[in-house]
């Protein structure tokens, strides 16, 4: 949805740079959530955020940091990116009640040489 | 923890056959949602199964869920090219987190 944008589409870095991937969200949702997306592995949560105070550790947040700047933004960072955190990444937003449908954002392109 | 497997991984059809992929659990599934994401795009939610035994239907797309609430599957009749890309399953795991599957990926041929 364009709802949900993330910045940058695509990035490539090298060995132990760090990055930060951005989301923002004009939905007026309160949860959001960070996955990364592998061939033949599904999505996988790396850490979510019920509100601007929350944060929890999702399956695999090892290497991985996040903040909740604002209701609206959701960031995640590799302190010092290594080449098996190549992946596609997604942030995803969800209202918190009845069927909390996720919306995704268009997806992050992350290549670690 | 729990796993969420989907099978086939792949499924290549020709246009015009059905197509079925299932979401199998170790445990039991709690609420499961169904995604589809076209080739290069992101997850779009589908449908939403709660209870038991639960069959939902989209025009060619029947949803179910199993009695025991291991598995659900989704099941798509005479498929079109408009239906290619990857389906997801994804289970409702504590506090409103979802569990995702590995995916079925659908090629459909024309």
């Known amino acids: 949805d364009a709802d949900v944008t993330q910045t940058p589409r695509n990035r490539i870095t090298k060995t132990g740079k760090r990055i930060m991937l951005e989301c923002s969200q004009t939905k007026g949702h309160d949860r959001m959530y960070w996955y990364r997306q592998d061939p033949g592995l599904g999505l996988r949560l790396i850490y979510y955020s019920f509100d601007v105070k929350d944060i929890n550790k999702g399956e695999i947040s090892d290497g991985y940091s996040v903040s909740r700047q604002a209701q609206a933004k959701f960031s995640l960072s590799l302190e010092s990116a290594i080449p098996n955190q190549t992946a596609l990444y997604f942030c995803?937003?969800?209202?918190?009640?009845?069927?909390?449908?996720?919306?995704f954002g268009p997806g992050t392109r992350l290549t670690v040489l | 923890g729990q796993q969420v497997m989907q099978i086939p991984q792949y499924q290549h059809v020709q246009e015009g056959e059905d197509f079925t992929t299932y979401c199998n659990s170790s445990t039991t599934l709690s609420n499961i949602q169904w995604y589809k994401q076209r080739p290069g795009g992101h997850p779009v939610f589908l449908i939403q199964?709660?209870?038991?035994?639960e069959v939902k239907k989209q025009k060619r797309l029947t949803f179910q869920f199993g009695e025991a609430k291991k598995n659900s599957s989704l099941h798509i009749t005479a498929t079109q090219t408009t239906d290619v890309g990857t389906y997801f399953c994804a289970d409702l795991s504590g506090t409103y987190k979802y569990i995702f599957g590995t995916g079925t990926r659908l090629k459909v041929l024309a």
């Open positions: 995803a937003t969800s209202y918190g009640s009845g069927t909390d449908t996720q919306y």
């Open positions: 199964l709660v209870k038991s035994g």
